[in-house]
Nanobody, 117 residues
């Protein structure tokens, strides 16, 4: 079983930066896709970005050029570097892991990110 634990959320001013971490139990190499999602109150959960086994990443248009996803296999951790944060980025950010074999889909508990002056 894969377990995910997010950390690094908090309060940041507009234009500031924040780095989120997603710690993965076991080996991260067993995961085909790792993704970040976010959900603001009253809104549906939306895709932020993801990274595959080879390290290739893709992002939603709303964060393209500002957010960067990386993965550290040695430490079984995925990161979300968020730069030039905007108030619209305020949400609970969730880590997701997907395995093709067995069609497994795992979620973390989420970490709150608040962008406000």
């Amino acid at each position: 079983q894969v377990q995910l634990v997010e950390s690094g959320g908090g309060l940041v001013q507009p234009g500031g930066s924040l780095k989120l971490s997603c710690a993965v139990s076991g080996s991260i190499s067993s995961i085909d896709f790792m993704r970040w999602y976010r959900q603001a109150p009253g809104n549906k959960r939306e895709f932020v970005g993801g990274i595959n086994r080879s390290g290739s990443a893709g992002y939603a248009d709303s964060v393209q050029g500002r957010f960067t996803i990386s993965r550290d296999n040695a430490n079984n951790t995925m990161y979300l570097q968020m730069n030039n944060l905007k108030p619209g980025d305020t949400a609970v950010y969730y880590c997701n892991a997907y395995q093709l074999v067995g069609n497994y889909d795992y979620w973390g508990q989420g970490t709150q990110v608040t962008v406000s002056s």
